[in-house]
Nanobody, 123 residues
């Protein structure tokens, strides 16, 4: 069983930055691709970013490309999402997910999910 815990969310003004963390409970976390997704009220959960098990490959949604950066520290079983130039439309609950064998942009490819962390961007 993989236990994922997100942290780092909060309230920030437009143009500001936040760094989200996703900490996993088991060693095999380093063998999984990891994704970040977000869900705004009344909307479906959407892909934000993903990173391969080695960290050598990444993918981003068009809406965050150039502003967000995903990275991982396998020695500490942690994946990060650095979010810069935040916009009000980035407001959502952000979830990390693991379990995919390679980078994936759909929720069904991931077996394990955290509880989410709220990000609110004020205008």
């Amino acid at each position: 069983q993989v236990h994922l815990v997100e942290s780092g969310g909060g309230l920030v003004q437009a143009g500001g930055s936040l760094r989200l963390s996703c900490a996993a409970s088991i060693r095999s976390f380093s063998s999984y691709a990891v994704g970040w997704f977000r869900q705004a009220p009344g909307k479906e959960r959407e892909f934000v970013a993903a990173i391969s098990w080695s960290g050598g490959n990444t993918d981003y949604s068009d809406s965050v490309k150039g502003r967000f950066t995903i990275s991982r520290d396998n020695a500490n079983n942690t994946v990060y999402l650095q979010m810069n130039s935040l916009k009000p439309e980035d407001t959502a609950v952000y979830y990390c997910a693991a379990g995919a064998f390679k980078i994936a942009t759909t929720t069904g490819e991931y077996d394990y999910w955290g509880q989410g962390t709220q990000v609110t961007v004020s205008s």
